[in-house]
């Protein structure tokens, strides 16, 4: 595969940003009467994938878990505004899941309803999703799914934070040789840098990337 296919989008990609563009318009119209609206779309900017990926891994359709993000920030936006959540009663991590967890099952359910009206086979089309086990009391499966998109979701959200903090020329050297792990003679040759200005963005976008994933763990505590 040649350099220019992997910095081509895959179709996939661009749906999907399509989608999360759309959604995230559609949300901050439905926020229009709330306070600090760019608060919550800097919520929706950190948290959307990790919702949509564990939403994704649960068994729903990529428009049922893009129509889960936006159900579970206006729940989360909701609650904030009466003062629901109670930092002493768990973490935001174990919160934020279980406010997933209820809008997963919000969509499968709406799925069922949905097939039955259709006059479909609803329990055909529910006997891999996931969410079945999901359900299960102890919630291990969704523990799991949930740890490792929180580590992923938080990593994409730094990453987005930094990008608007640095050069694109040091971004995108950042990104070929730490994030995508080349060769620092194959970035040097590819983008017609120095070996020292790969070291240096290294270094440079690595420092804000450390303090941004600093912050959002405090964020998250």
């Not at 990529?62 to 909701?78: N, P, Y």
């Not at 938080?154 to 694109?168: G, M, T, Y």
């Not at 983008?191 to 998250?220: C, F, I, N, P």
Request: proline fraction near 2%.
């Amino acid at each position: 595969m040649s350099d220019d296919n992997e910095e081509k989008p895959a179709e996939k990609d661009r749906v999907i940003e399509k989608a999360y563009a759309k959604t995230r318009k559609s949300l901050i119209a439905r926020l229009d009467n709330w306070e600090d609206q760019k608060t919550w779309d800097e919520f929706y900017q950190t948290y959307w994938k990790l919702i949509y990926s564990v939403a994704i891994k649960s068994g729903l359709r990529s428009e049922e878990a893009f129509d889960c993000v936006q159900e579970t920030i206006l729940s989360i936006a909701k609650q904030s505004k009466k003062n629901l959540y109670d930092p002493e009663q768990g973490s935001f991590k174990t919160w934020l899941m279980n406010m997933t967890r209820w809008r997963i099952n919000d969509q499968f359910r709406k799925r069922k309803k949905d097939t039955a009206m259709a006059g479909g086979d609803w329990d055909d089309d529910r006997k891999t999703a996931v969410i079945d086990r999901i359900e299960d009391p102890n919630g291990e499966v969704l523990d799991r799914i949930w740890d490792t998109e929180w580590k992923q979701g938080i990593a994409d959200a730094a990453l987005s934070r930094v990008k608007a903090q640095v050069s694109p020329k040091q971004y995108q050297i950042f990104d070929y040789y730490v994030v995508r792990e080349w060769d620092a003679d194959k970035v040097k040759k590819k983008l017609g840098v120095s070996m020292a200005q790969v070291y240096l963005a290294k270094h440079r976008v690595g420092a804000v990337l450390k303090k941004e994933l600093e912050k959002l763990e405090d964020e998250t505590e």
